[in-house]
């Protein structure tokens, strides 16, 4: 399956050393599909963990490494998200704000 075109790349303000010794210092995240959005509303837990689950998702990540950014990576990354919901045309085009 192919997956839009569209990414973000979002440079993390604390880089994390992931299991295995690779050090994350940025992410790029994939624009959300539908299926995406449903999963998440079928996935089990609270609002917060079914969040984490399909933003680590749309970065190719699991939920273990989302769980190990801090709080202002993962508004980051919640932020890009929320540009992915715009119409294409309403998209910033640059680096999000604050990066």
């Given at each position: 399956?192919s ?34 959005r ?7 837990g ?25 709080a ?28």
């Amino acid at each position: 399956m192919s997956f839009p075109g569209e990414t973000r790349v979002i440079k993390l303000y604390s880089p994390v050393t992931l299991d295995g010794g690779a050090v994350l210092e940025d992410i790029t995240m994939r624009e959300p599909l539908v299926r995406d959005r449903i999963a998440h509303s079928k996935d089990r837990g609270n609002e917060e963990e079914k969040e984490a689950r399909m933003i680590a998702l749309l970065c190719n990540l699991s939920e273990q490494d989302i769980w190990q950014l801090t709080a202002a990576d993962y508004g980051r990354l919640l932020d890009a998200f929320n540009v992915f919901m715009l119409p294409p045309a309403k998209r910033p085009k640059g680096p999000l704000s604050g990066q």
